[in-house]
C-alpha cells in the first residue's frame, strides 16, 4: 500500500460541506490511517503530515509549522517505539510544502481560502512480520498528535480450489430499474410481475 500524496487528501475541514480525510482528523495527518488492515510481510509506507493553517477556524500558531514531530508504532501491549527503530530504517528528512483549501462553500463564494504550512515525513518499503494489532502515534514538540489502530491479518495458507469471477457491469440501481420497467408490465405503477432477481 502506498502513502498517497498529501494534497489530495487534505479534503477541506470544516462543517457540512467538505469533509476531512479518515487520515487527517485534525492538524495531524498519518497513513495508512486507523482501521487499516495488512497481511503480515505486506510491503507499505508511513506518512505524517503536521498543518499550520494560517487562518481560518483552525488556524494555528501563525502558520509556522511544528517541524519537531515523532511517530511511535508497538504491538498489541508493548511498549511504543520511534519507527526508525522499530523497523531499523534511517530517520527520513522533514520536508515542507504548503497549499490553500476552502473550509467551506461560504469561504468559497468570497473567495477567502485558507493557506495550510506543511511539514512531513515519509518512510518506504516497510513490512510488519507479526501478524496482531499495532497502535500508531504520532506527536509534535507543541502537543499536537494523532493516533491509529492498523490490524495485520495472518496471510491465508489454504489452497483455492475454484475461483468465481463476477463482473458486475450494468448493474447500476439505476439500470436495474430500467431493466424492470422495460421487461414488466406496470399497472398503475404496481408491477404484475418481477424480475428473477426481485424474487427473494
Ligand atoms: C509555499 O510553497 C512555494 C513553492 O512550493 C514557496 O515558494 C513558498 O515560499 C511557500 N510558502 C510558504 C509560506 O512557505
Ligand atoms: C487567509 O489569509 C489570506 C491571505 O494570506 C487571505 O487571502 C484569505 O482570504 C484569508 N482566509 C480567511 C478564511 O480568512
Redesign the pocket.
Known sequence: MLAPIALALLVGANAQTFRRAAACPGLVCLWPPSTSEFIASQTFDIRAEVHAPVNGSEAYAN?VVDKEFTIYIGGEGAELVPISQFFNVPEPAVA???FTYYEDLFARDARAPV?V?AASKSYRNLQLRNPGRYRVVVTTKSGLRNEAYWEVRKPCDAKAKNMIFFVGDGMATSMISAARLLAHKTVNGRYQSVMKMDEA
Open positions: 502558520g515542507t510544502h504548503n493557506p504550512n
